[in-house]
Structure formats: structure tokens, C-alpha cells
């Protein structure tokens, strides 16, 4: 079974009831979903990242910024621990500053394309993604969109211009989801949201984001009413991938997601 990560970079959730959308309406759907997810501080991209794979704030892992440094208290992340577990990860994604969310070492396939800042830019990634998920047996991919972001600072936060470019990733996604192998989980959120051109504070408006998991074994049509953090992505994607998580991880395993065993 293989397990996928889609992360659409600075999606707001309301931005998926107003957008034409119908693959992200359709996964929501058929999946456990919130949407007032949290994000962290500072609700930007790199640190954000750093928190998801890492289950940790920035004030653990010192990353508060899109410039990488060596994070202050190092520890493991997702990829690291996966690839430790025998599984074969695989990354696509189209903005560089990602390129060290794992250690090296870690993945079996990594593929990037310089194309955040173009409107078929996330068509671009989904395309490679579902060529190679299709043909080869990967346990974890992580596929990261960066598009709707960069829609965000040109245009500005749910508007037309954003709206529209959601629209064209919602596209992306009818090629990706399709070709993924039968049985596959798909857990599929954002970063953070935005206001106006930008993001990166405390308002709701940054702050609040999607949270989808859909999949065999977890419940279909249902919202989380549990509080969920993107701390919690690592623990519920290591659960999904059957690894125990790191000790150090700080998220917690949303386990409100499963469907319950009958009997
Ligand atoms: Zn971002």
C-alpha cells in the first residue's frame, strides 16, 4: 500500500467551497477531513515544512525562516525514520528551499522542477508524480504544489487570480489521484493560509488550514472534531506507514481518522 502526502501550499480551507474544485471536494468527501486544522509560528513555508515532517514547532527546531540552517536541537524526521524502516520514499515538488526536509540518503526518488512561480507549474509535478507512482512500487511519496501560494502573493488571498489557480491544481489533482496504485491513502493539507498578499502571523486567516485523509480503514464522510495541529501529520502518516514514531516528535497520531473494528 502506498502512502501519499499532497501538500497545496498556502491553500486556505474556505478557498475549496468557493474555487471550482471538484477532486478536492471529492477527496474531502470520501475522507475524514477538517478544516480549521493549525498551522505553526512563523506560518511560513520552510519552517512550517520543518514542523510537519518533524512534529515540532519552530521553537524546537529553530528553522524560522524560508533560509535553511542546520536545525537548532537536531532530530529525526519522517522521511529519515521511514527510510530506516526499509520503505522507499519518493519526493516531487517544485520549490527548491524543501530540498532538506530529509536527510540525505533518504529517499529513493527525488524529482524537482524550478516551476512554483508558473500557472502549469503543479501540473508539471503531478504528471512525473503519477508517471513514476504508477510504474513503481513506492511505500510514502510526498508530492508538494507550490503554485496556489504564489497565486496568493501575486493576486492576493481568495481572489480571482487565486481562486482560478487552485482551479488549475484541482486539475493536477485529477491526473495524480487516478494514477496513484489501487489501496493508496492520500493525506492532503496546506502549510498555512495568507491574507491580502502574504502570510507568516498569528490571524486565523494564516493560521487555519485543510486537513484530508482518505483511504482503506479510514472513515469515509466524516469531520474531525478533534483538535488537529500540523504537528500531527508525521505521527498519522508514520501510523499509516506502520513505523512507531520518533520519541521527540511532539504530535500526536489523530487517531479519530480510523474507521472502528466491528465485533
Ligand atoms: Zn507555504
New binding site residues.
Given amino acids: 500500500m502506498t502512502v501519499v502526502f499532497i501538500l497545496i501550499?498556502?491553500l486556505r480551507p474556505d478557498a475549496i467551497d468557493t474555487a471550482d474544485c471538484p477532486q478536492l471536494a471529492a477527496l474531502r468527501e470520501r475522507g475524514a477531513a477538517t478544516m480549521s486544522a493549525r498551522s505553526v509560528m512563523p506560518s511560513?513555508?520552510l519552517p512550517?515544512h520543518t514542523s510537519i515532517f518533524h512534529s515540532v514547532p519552530p521553537t524546537r527546531h529553530g528553522i524560522t525562516s524560508n533560509d535553511w540552517q542546520p536545525m537548532a536541537r537536531p532530530l529525526l524526521g519522517l522521511f529519515d525514520l521511514a527510510h530506516a524502516a526499509g520503505k522507499r520514499c519518493a519526493f516531487f515538488y517544485n520549490w527548491e528551499q524543501l530540498r532538506d526536509i530529509g536527510r540525505p540518503g533518504s529517499l529513493e526518488l527525488s524529482f524537482f522542477r524550478n516551476t512554483a512561480y508558473q500557472a502549469d507549474g503543479d501540473q508539471i509535478i503531478a504528471d512525473e508524480a503519477a508517471r513514476y507512482l504508477a510504474a513503481e512500487q513506492f511505500d510514502f511519496a510526498f508530492v508538494y504544489l507550490g503554485t496556489v501560494?504564489s497565486a496568493g502573493h501575486h493576486y492576493g488571498w481568495m481572489s480571482e487570480g487565486y481562486l482560478g489557480q487552485l482551479a488549475t491544481v484541482d486539475v493536477a489533482l485529477g491526473t495524480l489521484l487516478p494514477a496513484l496504485p489501487a489501496g493508496s491513502t492520500v493525506l492532503l493539507q496546506?502549510?498555512?493560509g495568507g491574507h491580502e498578499r502574504n502570510?507568516g502571523t498569528e490571524m486565523l486567516e494564516d493560521m487555519t488550514i485543510p486537513w484530508i485523509v482518505a483511504g482503506p480503514g479510514i472513515r469515509a464522510g466524516h469531520t474531525i472534531t478533534s483538535p488537529v495541529s500540523l504537528l500531527d501529520t508525521a505521527p498519522t502518516l508514520a501510523r499509516l506507514l506502520g513505523i512507531a514514531p520518533h520519541r521527540e516528535w511532539e504530535g500526536r497520531c489523530v487517531e479519530e481518522i480510523f474507521e472502528r473494528v466491528k465485533g
Fill in positions: 501550499d498556502g511560513v513555508t512550517c501560494d496546506s502549510d498555512h502570510h
